[in-house]
């Protein structure tokens, strides 16, 4: 069983920066995208920021110019550098890969690390 094991979560006041990073436990083969999405209290989970296989990425327009996405296919690794934080970014974050293989896709998440940002 494939764990990804996140982290780099905390508390940091608006303004500040964070980085996260997610590993998977054992390869992961054939990855067609990496990614990060973030679940704040009362609100449904969303795309925050996604790599695919060829380095093309895809953000969120909330954060647009202030997070970058970053990854390593072979490693199976992504990490998210977070500048210019504000509380409307807190929330649960958690990592995605997607695995394309034979037709099918599997999906596998990490347990997610929890970003605070104080005004």
């Known amino acids: 069983q494939v764990q990804l094991v996140e982290s780099g979560g905390g508390l940091v006041q608006a303004g500040g920066s964070l980085r996260l990073s997610c590993a998977a436990s054992?390869?992961?083969?054939?990855?067609?995208?990496m990614g990060w999405y973030r679940q704040a209290p009362g609100k449904q989970r969303e795309l925050v920021a996604a790599?695919?296989?060829?380095?093309?990425?895809n953000y969120a327009d909330s954060v647009k110019g202030r997070f970058t996405i970053s990854g390593d296919n072979a490693k199976n690794t992504v990490h998210l550098q977070m500048n210019n934080l504000n509380p409307e970014d807190t929330g649960v974050y958690y990592c995605?890969?997607?695995?394309?293989?034979?037709?099918?896709?599997?999906?596998?998440w990490g347990q997610g690390t929890q970003v605070t940002v104080s005004s």
């Open positions: 790599i695919g296989s060829g380095g093309s990425t």
């Open positions: 995605n890969i997607d695995q394309r293989w034979l037709g099918s896709e599997y999906h596998y």
């Open positions: 054992r390869n992961i083969f054939s990855v067609n995208a």
